[in-house]
């Protein structure tokens, strides 16, 4: 799966948020389907989005946050990226890879 791609496809037919309290926000809803983090996101966050939400599926990638913002086409850095909606992508074809 190229991933720059299935996340313009989600950004398109989906619904995507950015950002670590919106993932939270997401998480304590129940609305959160999948969890995308950066390479760089604080290990100590992953840990408590854990622990509050173990059954969150949350996959880590191998790229930076600065790359991850470039991904999603945004002039910002990206740490968190929460799927609700993946539309027409394979985004939720990801696995867990946070235990």
């Known amino acids: 799966m190229e991933l720059q791609r ?8 989906g619904e995507l948020l950015f950002g670590q309290n919106q993932t939270i926000d ?11 983090l950066a390479a760089n996101c604080p ?3 992953i840990d408590d ?4 939400h173990p059954d969150v599926a949350k996959h880590r990638v191998s790229i930076v946050n600065r790359e991850l913002g470039t991904a999603c086409a945004k002039p910002f850095s990206i740490s968190v990226i929460c799927v609700v909606e993946a539309g027409s992508s394979e985004l939720l074809t990801l696995r867990s890879n946070i235990d």
Do not use: F, M
Not at 7 to 12: G, V
């Open 26 to 36: 997401a998480c304590d809803r129940g609305q959160a389907k999948l969890v995308i």
């Open 6 to 13: 299935e996340l313009k496809t989600a950004i398109n037919s």
């Open 43 to 45: 290990q100590s966050w």
């Open 49 to 52: 989005l854990h622990a509050r």
